[in-house]
């Protein structure tokens, strides 16, 4: 197991590590892009009232928050488990800054762009594809241009930014759900996303060098999880996929995860070919992928049993998972206990699988927690 935890994470640039330096005094703030995997709230805040998006209503929240906060999960998410453990305050949104300000907490300690639905490249990209975004037409770049924005309202924005730790994503799964979600066959959506992946790492690695030219230091990029085993996608190609299609070991569709660790080895060469231009930025490589792997290997050992590809909240079908009617609507119940779930909705994980995800990420990253950007080191390579 413990071989297997080092592989998490590829430390792309190596630093002396400062292992008895003291943890949450390095980082000064959480700055995150993203999509819902890391929406504390901006996709709530940014619909009206009478259009809500479903994570703002119950069952969503119910464990940690016990009200609907615009986190598409029961509770909180793998930044909120990030930001507890750099022993900072959750990271507000972005949209909600008015409302921050007034109330004093202001976007000192961190600020999240992250916009549930959104995708790595813009929508007229997309609908030039044939990709209709159903739940938001930000993408990624709106939300660097809200950053834009907002860098120059801080006395001295370029420091702030070379003191935060940057989350980029996860970001990019967004452009291949909709083509998958809507799929009536699998061959076509097959060679769409196939055709998508290397626009989207592309579009993550120019994002990633504007941020370093604006002063960013230390960025974390997690790759996509293994999307063959969630239950949207094992209940829309159920009746299009064969026995021999599925993992042995897992239940899950081996051409979806398969193509996971495609963009996932886009996105790490894309960040070795950015590293090598920067060698004083720290660019981290979280592996999302066998981080959720681990659970979906060994259900039992993680308390999800044979619910693992089981959405807790849902409608019924074989996944607990239908399209038409899904968690958040009046239809849908919500399991029990959540904790003994790996899926939340079917798309999104339960706050138990975020907190064993960014277990995994902490516990292979150490440096996440003791690399100070203030402090310039030496390149060279780091050795698991
Ligand atoms: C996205 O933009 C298109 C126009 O390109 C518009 O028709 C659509 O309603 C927008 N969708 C959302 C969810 O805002
Ligand atoms: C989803 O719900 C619809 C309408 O109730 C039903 O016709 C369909 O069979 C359901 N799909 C699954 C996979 O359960």
Redesign the pocket.
Known sequence: MAIAHRMFLILLTSSILLSSKKASGCYESVISFGDSLADTGNLLLLRPPNNLPRCARPPYGRTFFHHPTGRSSDGRLVIDFIAESLGMPFVQPYVGGENEILSGVGFGKGVNFAVAGATALDHQFLERRGIYNPMTNLSLGNQLDWFKQFLPTLPDGRKFLEKALVLMGEIGGNDYNYPLEFATNKEEPQSLVQSLAPPVVNYIGQTIEELIKLGAKTILVPGNFPIGCLPVYL?QFKTFSSEDEYDPRTGCLNWLNDFSKYHNQLLQNELTRIQKLHPHVNLLYADNYNAAMRFYLSPNEFGFGNRVLRACCG???PYNF?L??MCGTKQATCCEDPSMFASWDGIHFTEEAYRLIAQALLDTIPHIRTICPSISRPVGVYEY
């Open positions: 209940t409608v019924g079908g239908n038409s009617a």
